[in-house]
């Protein structure tokens, strides 16, 4: 009988312990979702998404979070799309690096900044 009345003991401590546990979310995703819905509704506001992506990114990296998947993707999309070439490779490679089932597409993507980046190089020197 003592035996059962420990591991009722046990299982209720259990449980209340956990019961009242935070779940913490399991990525960083930052401002993203809002930030992503102005872009869409207003695309003028790429800068701020490119800001908010900036920040999201550096927070979670500053506290060892996990940045959420697709964020350095959006992000190195954004750099792209400004002419920064060299920035955009970077992201890709790090959303390919912590996210391995990216692997072909951020491969595709950093071969056409690849391309983009030479083509912006051969315009200048003409």
Same mark, same amino acid.
């Given at each position: 009988?003592?035996?059962?009345?420990?591991? /009722?003991? @046990?299982?209720? @401590?259990?449980?209340?312990?956990?019961?009242?546990?935070?779940?913490?979310?399991?990525? &960083?995703?930052?401002?993203?979702?809002?930030?992503? #819905?102005?872009? #869409?509704?207003?695309?003028?506001?790429?800068?701020?998404?490119?800001? &908010?992506?900036?920040?999201?990114?550096? /927070?979670? $990296? +500053?506290?060892?979070?996990? @940045?959420?998947?697709?964020?350095?993707?959006?992000?190195? #999309?954004?750099?792209?799309?400004?002419?920064?070439?060299?920035?955009?490779?970077?992201?890709?490679? +790090? $959303?390919?690096?912590?996210?391995?089932?990216?692997?072909?597409?951020?491969?595709?993507?950093?071969?056409?900044?690849?391309?983009?980046?030479?083509?912006?190089?051969?315009?200048?020197?003409?």
């Amino acid at each position: 009988m003592k035996l059962h009345a420990r591991v /009722a003991i @046990v299982t209720v @401590v259990t449980l209340l312990v956990t019961a009242c546990a935070t779940n913490q979310p399991k990525y &960083n995703w930052g401002t993203y979702d809002r930030s992503l #819905y102005v872009y #869409y509704k207003d695309p003028a506001t790429a800068p701020a998404l490119t800001q &908010n992506l900036e920040s999201t990114i550096n /927070a979670a $990296e +500053k506290t060892n979070a996990v @940045v959420a998947p697709g964020i350095y993707a959006e992000y190195g #999309y954004l750099l792209l799309q400004q002419g920064n070439a060299t920035a955009a490779i970077d992201a890709f490679r +790090k $959303e390919e690096v912590h996210w391995p089932e990216s692997r072909v597409f951020m491969d595709r993507m950093i071969q056409a900044s690849a391309a983009h980046k030479t083509a912006a190089a051969d315009l200048r020197t003409h």
